[in-house]
């Protein structure tokens, strides 16, 4: 009887076309090597939902908000836009790939020191028209201060010629200060120098929000990795 019962206990686990039927988990995480080549396909295809193509429509945004907030300041207004660095002026997707999406502190910091980051089209388009429009462009970046040098040769090197700030995080910074705390903090020095941030631009959101706030944020797609 015990042997009848485990013949149909088998068959039972077939279908009627001889195929086994796999019991699956309708809730498990996609794979992370299935994603990670989702990622490499989303960088380099040129269809309209793919990377570039994105990157390209958020700075027509950004341009458009820049040119309205222009047209519309009052006479002698002191007019600013606020722009991250990695992954929103500069690409690390050198480093990126070569690390598989994994964060090495020691490979990032040898593409600082290399300046192996490349502008990103878009990024340096808006940058132009800041400058055609007489904007004053200031960088705020969770890089160290002690990346400076290498940071401005790089920027320059990518076409970024000329800007008003470039802020980088003391290497003395509170150990607990998020990132949006201290991006919010230099934000707050350059408003109260005198000038108004018409524009933000950065791939995280904690780039854009917390107080002082522009008068329009753009944020710009990063699926690559997440700083909260």
């Known amino acids: ?64 908000f820049l040119k309205t907030s222009v047209a519309t300041a009052k006479p002698g207004a002191r007019l600013a836009i606020v722009l991250d660095i990695d992954e929103t002026d500069l690409s690390n997707w050198a480093v990126e790939a070569h690390d598989d999406f994994g964060y090495i502190p020691n490979d990032s910091n040898w ?13 340096l388009r808006l940058f132009r028209e800041a400058e055609a429009a007489k904007v004053a462009v ?6 160290p201060e002690g990346q400076r040098a290498d940071t401005e040769a790089n920027l320059k090197a990518e076409g970024y010629d000329h800007w008003e700030g470039l802020y980088l995080r003391p290497e003395d910074h509170p150990k607990d200060q998020t990132v949006s705390q201290y991006k ?10 005198g000038y108004t941030i018409i524009l933000n631009v950065g ?26």
């Open 184 to 193: 919010s903090g230099d934000r707050g020095r350059i408003v109260a120098s």
């Open 138 to 143: 200031f960088f705020i970046t969770g890089r």
């Open 1 to 64: 009887m015990k042997r009848w019962i485990a013949v149909l206990v088998v068959l039972c686990c077939w279908r009627a076309n001889g195929q086994q039927s796999i019991v699956t988990l309708p809730d498990e995480p996609a794979n992370l090597d299935s994603v990670k080549q989702q990622l490499k396909n989303y960088h380099s295809c040129q269809e309209a939902n793919c990377y570039v193509p994105q990157l390209e429509r958020e700075a027509d945004k950004a341009i458009q």
């Open 111 to 123: 593409c600082v020191a290399l300046r192996c980051a490349k502008a990103i089209p878009s990024t």
């Open 203 to 228: 791939d995280q959101m904690s780039d854009l929000v917390g107080d002082p706030q522009a008068e329009h944020s753009v944020k710009l797609p990063n699926p690559f990795y997440f700083i909260p």
